[in-house]
């Protein structure tokens, strides 16, 4: 793993949380029993630590002297902005600062980055975009298959024809180069640096896989302590496994639409009830992972452009309730032949294919999953077959005709997703 130097921009006033911590600098403020700045330097590895400080500098600097934290820093003067903070502590410190730089806003708690950081590229410009319960007042990236940011919707736009969960997240590498290079010497990161490095097709998303939480509203803070009473988080610094919700797609999220021609399909409808599981899931930090058979693909039913846009309207449907899936594993091979239209290379028998575990090794290899702490919902003996094989810790079975109607059920459910977070 490349290591490289940190740059924390901690330059912000914090006016939604200051009616509770008056006069104190959100990087200090407390969070499950260490400050905010505590947690980044403890979750982020990096070569040398710098600092863009504006409001509250002194008691930052204070902290760093009493802690005995080996920190370089800059103060503002007036408020320049995150960009701005930024771009002068580069070029205050740019002989000894490395070529490529992990920046992070100093509002947010961190939590498992390890696993990010490692899968981030050397020399190149990196955003790194998650998933939330509000995108629509977020700013997203547009991201292609091959990781390249095309876009940036911001979230004062009133754009809401191309729906995308993909929130650009608060923490980037940035080359050194690029910065100094930049004519702004004010402004916003994601509002006004991120747009013109996008539009010379220099950024590369990486998906969070980790926790980042802006800790700018008291409910949030709250909400990170409710979190670390129930001991979602491990202790220590160190690249960890993960607890996960695993989903079948058709018959456990949506109603099952058979297989047949795309064009002969009925729009996407939720499973009732099932949205009330993600939702606990979403909540308490454990990531909602899709594993489903896509055989349609090879048959020539539709496309993977026309599977894509499926994903894309359940995320829609999702957002109107404030939920999210994580991440999405399909299988695209199917071995029967003799469909007419059908895709010759994906007509194959393959080791991704449920019941076979192809699908979990590829959720493991990005997400680092704990298969034994994790569990399955599925709706088919195949599912199951698949949640045996992967040595699942539990396999819940969704009959999507009585699932919503299944009370108990639904209570063991939550009992059991309660238990994964201890």
Sequence with gaps: MIVRDLIVIAGGQGTRISAHFPGLPKLLLPVAGKTVFEHLICEIPFARLFLSLGFGSEKVVSFLDDHKINGEYSIESKPLGSFGGLKSTVVKFRESLSQDIIVILGDVFVFDLMTDIRNIHSDR????????????DSDRVIVKANGCVTGLIPKTSSITSEFINTTVSGLYVFRKKDILESPLSEGDIGMDFLPMLIEKGDVEAVRLTGVMKDVGSIERLNKIDRLYSMSAFANGAAIRTKRAAFFDLDGTIIWDRGSKMRSELQHIELIQGISEVIKLCNINLIPVIIVSNQGDLAKGFKTKAELDEDFLQLEYILAQSGIWVDDFFYCPHHPDKGF??????????????????????????????NARKSVMFGNTPSDKAFSDNVGMGHYFSIDQESFPYQHDYQKRIKQYLSDLTR
């Design 125 to 136: 410009n990196s955003v790194l975009y998650s998933k939330n319960d509000h995108p629509f």
């Design 340 to 369: 007419q239209g059908e895709v010759e290379e994906l007509k194959v028998i393959c080791d991704c294919r449920k019941p076979r575990v192809g699908l979990f090794d590829q959720a493991h290899k990005k997400w680092n999953i």
